[in-house]
């Protein structure tokens, strides 16, 4: 099969690196920014085309659905998310040993997170918000089903990253299978070890089995 994602995924890794050298204040700064942007367009984000191809007897439909309330539930958990302590350079470990050597164990960002999720679209935001606190870039495939929304969200997160002078790409929302091509983008993010360091699944049993199965 030829490779669809793997432009996408060393854009990512690259872009990796102007978020782990972002200062802690601005990493705060930016989610706080984002907040903002959400809120003063709501009427972008809510998701009336996704909520059109789902019938109201399935129960997907109300996880998909983003209201006025739920766009402030995420600003609000984005400021949150900005007020957390900077887990980059927390010192987790530090003991002498023989002959007087100190050794330190200090957090590092991981570089690019891989995050597989489903019908949520509020999921875009939280992964993109933990990621970028946290100094490192994510790669995420969402479901179908919340398609639009999705795209939606992440262009104003790329917005809020430009404000910032970080590449877009340090944020990338993974396309959908190509026609006759199911489950062709999820393998190989599963199999992109070069540029994809941990893969976070969200969702369902058999979707964290699913990965745990797949993956190198």
């Known amino acids: 099969m030829t ?23 601005q990493k705060a700064a930016l989610l706080t920014y984002l907040a903002d942007l959400l809120l003063l367009n709501t009427d972008q984000i ?40 900077d887990p980059s350079g927390e010192l987790l470990l530090e003991r002498t040993i023989e002959k007087g050597l100190t050794l330190r164990k200090i957090a590092v960002p991981l ?35 919340a398609d ?6 992440v262009k104003f997160i790329q917005q809020a990253l430009t404000a910032f002078d970080i590449p ?21 993010l599963l199999t992109a070890t070069r540029y994809v360091d941990i893969i976070i699944p969200r969702g369902s049993e058999s979707l964290i089995q699913f990965v745990r199965k797949h993956s190198l």
């Open 111 to 145: 570089g690019v997170v891989g995050a597989i999720y489903e019908s949520r679209p509020n999921v875009t935001v939280d992964v993109a918000a933990l990621c970028l606190r946290s100094g490192n870039a994510c790669v995420l495939k969402g479901g179908k089903e």
């Open 148 to 153: 639009f929304s999705n795209r939606v969200l």
């Open 168 to 188: 877009e790409a340090a944020v990338t929302l993974l396309p959908l299978d190509a026609e006759g091509q199911r489950g062709a983008v999820v393998h190989e």
């Open 46 to 85: 809510l998701n009336g085309r996704d909520l059109d191809r789902i019938p109201d007897s399935d129960p997907k439909k109300d996880r998909l659905r983003l209201t006025i309330a739920r766009v402030a539930d995420l600003a609000k958990s984005l400021n949150e998310v900005a007020n957390l302590p």
């Open 3 to 25: 490779s669809t994602i793997t432009p996408l995924l060393r854009q990512a890794k690259q872009a990796a690196s102007a978020v782990r050298q972002l200062p802690d204040e």
